[in-house]
């Protein structure tokens, strides 16, 4: 069994910071791409950063310059820094990462989501 666990949401004020983590664990043999997205009140899921084993980044147009997305290989581990917030970044923050187990199968998994909230 694979899961995503997350940590490091919570209230900020506008211009402030946050930095989410990610860990995968269990019985993972490789991970390829990892990611965060979003959804916010009353809107759908939208891709907020996604990073390859190999370090390839892409980012929504809305968090560039903004966000930070890294990985720790060696931890299973993907982080999202939020810098500059806004009360737009609000939402529900859920990691993604396509995972391939040790009994060669393969998950698209998500994380049970951390709430992020920007309000003064």
């Known amino acids: 069994q694979v899961q995503l666990v997350e940590s490091g949401g919570g209230l900020v004020q506008p211009g402030g910071s946050l930095r989410l983590s990610c860990a995968a664990s269990g019985s993972i043999f490789s991970i390829n791409a990892m990611g965060w997205y979003r959804q916010g009140p009353g809107k759908e899921r939208e891709l907020v950063a996604v990073?390859?084993?190999?370090?390839?980044?892409s980012y929504a147009d809305s968090v560039l310059g903004r966000f930070t997305i890294s990985r720790d290989n060696a931890k299973n581990t993907v982080y999202l820094r939020l810098n500059s917030l806004k009360p737009e970044d609000t939402a529900v923050y859920y990691c993604?990462?396509?995972?391939?187990?040790?009994?060669?199968?393969?998950?698209?998994?998500w994380g049970q989501g951390t709430q992020v909230t920007v309000s003064s």
């Open positions: 990073i390859t084993r190999g370090g390839r980044i």
């Open positions: 993604n990462a396509l995972i391939a187990t040790m009994e060669f199968a393969e998950y698209d998994l």
